[in-house]
């Protein structure tokens, strides 16, 4: 029989790293993360996937070791594994409104098919509800960024930039019932249709 998929949740950031908040402070994007991948994982719990978070604590030393945390979780699974980055965008720096809007979802150049058809998943059902607010969208429905935390962990990853820390409009709904919602859902759905994918027995085992 083989073996369930282990999601790994990563959160976005330390608490230590500079910006990374709505110009107003309401939103800080490490805070953010760890919440809705808390939620994440409990929506994953309740439909008997297994699921961990990456870093739950506050803290991140740097990107490099947040890697090996989750190569590492990766190797001592023994199993297949995807990883799931949430982040929160931000369309530029100092701590000023600005009016981009919406979610995206990136694979780093080197991204499998695996990676490539949880990303896809991700994009059209974003799409499909309305998420991605005045963003472009490919063709393929996700964006390609050479990312560290996808190119050089282990196992399929893509990171989700969830809506933007500095639009006003998106902080709002980023931060309501509804909108941590929608957030927690789109990730949880899309997960659950490439998992059953996966039991479908259509890809490898293993790799990147
Ligand atoms: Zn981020």
């Known amino acids: 029989m083989k073996q369930e998929t282990l999601v790994i949740l990563g959160t976005a950031h330390g608490a230590n790293v500079a910006g990374k908040r709505s110009p107003d402070g309401r939103l800080r994007e490490y805070r953010y993360s760890r919440e809705i991948c808390r939620e994440i994982k409990r929506a994953l719990d309740s439909r008997g996937v297994q699921c961990v978070i990456d870093v739950e604590d506050d803290n991140e030393p740097s990107l490099r070791w947040r890697v090996r945390r989750v190569n590492a979780i990766v190797r001592a699974s023994g199993r297949r594994c ?25 694979v780093s150049p080197n991204g499998s098919a695996d990676s490539r058809r949880l990303a896809s998943l991700m994009g059209i059902i974003a799409v499909e509800r309305r998420l991605t607010g005045n963003r472009a969208v490919p063709s393929c429905r996700y964006h390609v960024l050479n990312l560290a935390v996808c190119r050089d962990t282990v196992c399929p990853a893509v990171l989700t ?9 998106d902080v709002d709904w980023l931060l ?33």
């Open 176 to 208: 309501s019932p509804e909108g941590r919602a929608a957030i927690v859902s789109l990730h949880v759905d899309s997960l659950m249709l490439y998992l059953t994918e996966l039991r479908g027995g259509s890809t490898t085992v293993s790799g990147k």
């Open 82 to 106: 995807v990883y799931v980055s949430v982040h929160v965008n931000a369309a530029g720096s100092g701590g000023v409104w600005r009016t981009a809007s919406g979610f995206g979802v990136y």
């Open 161 to 169: 930039e969830n809506f933007f820390q500095d639009n006003r409009a």
